[in-house]
């Protein structure tokens, strides 16, 4: 569960280990499920993603602190916000809820 102005919103998503954390979404297609990285702290990029997604990042109470729909290749992405938590949602249909619910309306 992700809090999110004042609001919450429940996101299935699966847990990675190391080396999931690693690859993340690269070499994958956007019908994959969402990702979910626990205590994590680094920049991440978008190289070999080759659709968009949205990232979502965390404190340690699941309060959203930032969200952004990144592009396929973007080199270094980080919050200037502390976070301790990422939740990598691809841009589909099937998220298109979440999408709405992080971003505004956007056509998927």
């Not at 070499?27 to 990285?37: D, E, K, Q, S």
């Not at 990232?55 to 309060?63: I, Q």
Request: charged share 25%; glycine share 8%.
């Amino acid at each position: 569960i992700i809090k999110y102005k004042g609001k919450k919103i429940s996101v299935k998503a699966r847990k990675l280990n190391l080396w999931g954390m690693t690859r993340g979404l690269m070499f994958r297609t956007p019908n994959c499920g969402n990702l979910f990285f626990d205590n994590f702290s680094g920049a991440i990029h978008s190289w070999f993603v080759f659709f968009d997604f949205l990232g979502v990042w965390m404190d340690y109470d699941n309060k959203a602190v930032y969200s952004k729909i990144i592009r396929p290749f973007s080199f270094y992405i980080k919050p200037k916000k502390k976070f301790a938590k990422l939740v990598e949602i691809p841009v589909n249909k099937q998220n298109g809820g979440l999408i709405n619910f992080f971003v505004g309306k956007r056509n998927i």
